[in-house]
């Protein structure tokens, strides 16, 4: 997944009897593990509910089992039944504990029979957490509704009754009813040429964790990108994102030729609608995508790049909790660098390294001391607190250490023989490190030393001497900006005509968080930075000009709110007006009218937004 700072959550802590095994899930993968799911499902668009019928296949580990344990979240459970070989059904008798706050509902069906398959007969809440349900209004072409899931961490068990932990892994074959006209696609390979018949079946024959279980439905057209790539999308942004996302075939090659072939088969990207509250959600064989990154001049294709490393780091090989959720995003944010290096050069990939180091640096004194760890205390730590810039950035600055301090053609050895020796499985942390202590810090010795590996990994903060790359381009940017500050360069004399996304991006994030309203107002004048169309410079933007008191980007900065759901990019802007009790009224407002757009985990961080603001405020 693609995020960045989404940490507006406070920590979870996890209640007692869940942490047994994967303190986020219920499921008791000692008793028994499910191997496959088979999944029936209808898409009723009217009610924002999927009539599902969900049979697993088990495998029991204790021949002394009496039930299956399984995650919910806010399901309605018609009936549960075991399955015998020929296919006949018996009633089981089951119990849906209380919903638990983080959890979900914990449900036990009684098994005394240890059966082969069990099948569970349900529908979704209109309020589940894992789906987005939009009117035709809400979409771009405004024809037909819909809808799309979002799993990861632990919201797949809001759409489907499972063991909700990615140390378990599945294979799944689904069939899916919906409304004539609408295209279903799911997290397996699809089929381009389907007809629009409201009958779509899918078969994903590698096994996966379930929070890259995925589907999505409504007006997609779809436009081949390459000999195994398309790209999905509402008929009006398909050409658009066909053109971005055209060097997609050269991507995958640059990956391959790196850590060998590519498991999948096809990789094609959905483009949804503004409301996806990531970057992008690496579902295999159809990365999910923010239309945030269709600027036109593929400067942040660096998101396809991430989500196709991740057929790599994460779904190849899998953090097996979501402590250790760094193994997928550290790992894959190495991986992103090296493609945007291989096809894009060393220039950009350095100023995403650099972009994100500083970023770091900047926020990472602020966290808790456990929060700062790569591998942090798993009792302190809830699944999406997990996902936070350290997993992602701490994470890839770790890797480029070892790259540097290994050589890079040892490292990309060691790697590759990693991807190999753990393919499909779901490992930890401290497996992770038994492999790589004799593999390549062993193997090569001298070149740094255990105490140093296990301070990244354990330790909080950033070691000392971490190294940073050089981009002679952020140099400049960076006197510019001192020289303009200082008043000694006049906002139209800043050499930013050729700025691309990035330098743009480093020129305001190193802005004072505060700066002095005269020249926020020097800047927009000679550059229009209000209303640009490139919302990762109109988040940098806003913030700042909110910041500053520049209340003429009040209106601006809330069509921006309104336009774009994806929570890094939106967020910000409602922590900028929340300083202030007239601007914490503004963003209620922006908030009241864009609500209903929002995914339900967008609405999640807003709210958590105002409470906070409201307390500082008291
Ligand atoms: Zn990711």
């Given at each position: 997944m693609r995020l960045f700072s989404i940490l507006a959550f406070g920590t979870l802590m996890l209640p007692l009897a869940a942490r047994a095994n994967d303190p986020n899930s219920y499921a008791q993968p000692d008793q028994v593990r499910v191997t496959h799911l088979d999944l029936d499902l209808a898409i009723d668009f009217p009610r924002k509910q999927l009539d599902g019928q969900a049979t697993l296949t088990l495998d029991w580990q204790n021949p002394k089992a009496q039930s299956l344990v399984l995650d919910t979240r806010d399901l309605k459970i018609a009936r549960v039944e075991a399955l015998a070989a020929d296919g006949k059904a018996t009633g089981l008798k089951y119990i849906l504990s209380p919903r638990d706050k983080q959890l979900g509902s914990k449900l036990t069906i009684a098994t005394p029979k240890r059966p082969a398959q069990v099948r569970i007969v349900y529908t979704t809440s209109p309020e589940a957490s894992g789906l987005q349900w939009l009117t035709p209004a809400q979409t771009a072409d405004k024809k037909l509704p819909f809808m799309f899931s979002q799993s990861e961490s632990i919201h797949a068990r809001s759409w489907v009754p499972l063991?909700?932990?990615?140390a378990i892994r599945f294979t799944y074959d689904a069939r899916v009813t919906a409304p004539k006209d609408v295209r279903v696609v799911m997290s397996a390979i699809n089929d381009a040429k389907h007809p629009l018949d409201g009958k779509f079946a899918f078969d994903q024959p590698h096994p996966i964790p379930s929070y890259l279980l995925a589907i999505a439905a409504g007006d997609l057209a779809v436009k081949e990108t390459g000999p195994r790539s398309a790209v999905y999308a509402e008929p009006s942004v398909v050409d658009k994102a066909a053109h971005e996302f055209e060097d997609t075939e050269k991507l995958i090659a640059a990956t391959e030729q790196l850590y060998g072939p590519y498991a999948w088969g096809r990789y094609d990207i959905l483009v949804l609608p503004p409301s996806f509250p990531f970057g992008g959600m690496e579902n295999p064989n159809m990365t999910f995508a923010t239309p945030t990154v269709l600027v036109g001049d593929k400067s942040l294709v660096s998101l396809v790049s991430h989500e196709l490393a991740h057929s790599w780091s994460g779904n190849l090989v899998t953090s097996a909790a979501w402590r250790d959720i760094w193994l997928n995003e550290g790992f894959t944010t190495y991986v992103q660098g090296r493609i945007t290096e291989a096809v894009y050069g060393n220039a950009l990939a350095d100023e995403e390294a650099l972009l994100s180091a500083r970023a770091l640096q900047k926020s990472i004194g602020a966290m808790a001391a456990n929060a700062q760890k790569l591998a942090p205390d798993p009792r302190g730590i809830g699944a999406d607190d997990a996902l936070s810039d350290v997993a992602y950035d701490k994470g890839s600055w770790f890797l480029r250490t070892l790259e540097q301090r290994f050589g890079r053609e040892r490292f990309d050895a060691y790697l590759k023989g990693y991807f190999h020796h753990f393919a499909f499985q779901s490992i930890t942390t401290e497996q992770m490190l038994d492999y790589m202590k004799p593999n390549l810090v062993e193997k090569y010795p001298g070149k740094m030393g255990w105490d140093e590996v296990r301070a990244w990994v354990y330790g909080e903060g950033i070691p000392k001497g971490a190294p940073l790359p050089d981009s002679p381009r952020f140099n400049t940017i960076d006197r510019e900006r001192s020289d303009f500050l200082a008043g000694k360069l006049a906002a139209g004399k800043?050499?930013?005509?050729?700025?691309n996304t990035q330098e743009w991006m480093y020129f305001l994030d190193r802005l004072p968080d505060a700066p002095p309203l005269a020249k926020m107002q020097q800047l927009d004048a000679a550059w229009?930075?209000?209303?640009?169309?490139n919302a990762e410079i109109g988040m940098r933007w806003y913030s700042h000009a909110i910041a500053a008191g520049d209340k003429a980007v009040w209106n601006a900065a809330a069509e921006h709110m309104t336009r774009i759901g994806r929570i890094y990019l939106t967020t910000p802007l409602y922590k900028a007006f929340a300083k202030t009790p007239e601007g914490l009224a503004f963003a209620e407002q922006v908030y009241a009218r864009a609500r209903a757009g929002y995914h339900p985990l967008t609405q999640q961080v807003v709210e958590s937004v105002f409470a906070s603001a409201k307390t500082a405020h008291k």
């Amino acid at each position: 997944m693609r995020l960045f700072s989404i940490l507006a959550f406070g920590t979870l802590m996890l209640p007692l009897a869940a942490r047994a095994n994967d303190p986020n899930s219920y499921a008791q993968p000692d008793q028994v593990r499910v191997t496959h799911l088979d999944l029936d499902l209808a898409i009723d668009f009217p009610r924002k509910q999927l009539d599902g019928q969900a049979t697993l296949t088990l495998d029991w580990q204790n021949p002394k089992a009496q039930s299956l344990v399984l995650d919910t979240r806010d399901l309605k459970i018609a009936r549960v039944e075991a399955l015998a070989a020929d296919g006949k059904a018996t009633g089981l008798k089951y119990i849906l504990s209380p919903r638990d706050k983080q959890l979900g509902s914990k449900l036990t069906i009684a098994t005394p029979k240890r059966p082969a398959q069990v099948r569970i007969v349900y529908t979704t809440s209109p309020e589940a957490s894992g789906l987005q349900w939009l009117t035709p209004a809400q979409t771009a072409d405004k024809k037909l509704p819909f809808m799309f899931s979002q799993s990861e961490s632990i919201h797949a068990r809001s759409w489907v009754p499972l063991q909700d932990s990615p140390a378990i892994r599945f294979t799944y074959d689904a069939r899916v009813t919906a409304p004539k006209d609408v295209r279903v696609v799911m997290s397996a390979i699809n089929d381009a040429k389907h007809p629009l018949d409201g009958k779509f079946a899918f078969d994903q024959p590698h096994p996966i964790p379930s929070y890259l279980l995925a589907i999505a439905a409504g007006d997609l057209a779809v436009k081949e990108t390459g000999p195994r790539s398309a790209v999905y999308a509402e008929p009006s942004v398909v050409d658009k994102a066909a053109h971005e996302f055209e060097d997609t075939e050269k991507l995958i090659a640059a990956t391959e030729q790196l850590y060998g072939p590519y498991a999948w088969g096809r990789y094609d990207i959905l483009v949804l609608p503004p409301s996806f509250p990531f970057g992008g959600m690496e579902n295999p064989n159809m990365t999910f995508a923010t239309p945030t990154v269709l600027v036109g001049d593929k400067s942040l294709v660096s998101l396809v790049s991430h989500e196709l490393a991740h057929s790599w780091s994460g779904n190849l090989v899998t953090s097996a909790a979501w402590r250790d959720i760094w193994l997928n995003e550290g790992f894959t944010t190495y991986v992103q660098g090296r493609i945007t290096e291989a096809v894009y050069g060393n220039a950009l990939a350095d100023e995403e390294a650099l972009l994100s180091a500083r970023a770091l640096q900047k926020s990472i004194g602020a966290m808790a001391a456990n929060a700062q760890k790569l591998a942090p205390d798993p009792r302190g730590i809830g699944a999406d607190d997990a996902l936070s810039d350290v997993a992602y950035d701490k994470g890839s600055w770790f890797l480029r250490t070892l790259e540097q301090r290994f050589g890079r053609e040892r490292f990309d050895a060691y790697l590759k023989g990693y991807f190999h020796h753990f393919a499909f499985q779901s490992i930890t942390t401290e497996q992770m490190l038994d492999y790589m202590k004799p593999n390549l810090v062993e193997k090569y010795p001298g070149k740094m030393g255990w105490d140093e590996v296990r301070a990244w990994v354990y330790g909080e903060g950033i070691p000392k001497g971490a190294p940073l790359p050089d981009s002679p381009r952020f140099n400049t940017i960076d006197r510019e900006r001192s020289d303009f500050l200082a008043g000694k360069l006049a906002a139209g004399k800043l050499d930013a005509k050729g700025w691309n996304t990035q330098e743009w991006m480093y020129f305001l994030d190193r802005l004072p968080d505060a700066p002095p309203l005269a020249k926020m107002q020097q800047l927009d004048a000679a550059w229009h930075l209000t209303g640009t169309p490139n919302a990762e410079i109109g988040m940098r933007w806003y913030s700042h000009a909110i910041a500053a008191g520049d209340k003429a980007v009040w209106n601006a900065a809330a069509e921006h709110m309104t336009r774009i759901g994806r929570i890094y990019l939106t967020t910000p802007l409602y922590k900028a007006f929340a300083k202030t009790p007239e601007g914490l009224a503004f963003a209620e407002q922006v908030y009241a009218r864009a609500r209903a757009g929002y995914h339900p985990l967008t609405q999640q961080v807003v709210e958590s937004v105002f409470a906070s603001a409201k307390t500082a405020h008291k």
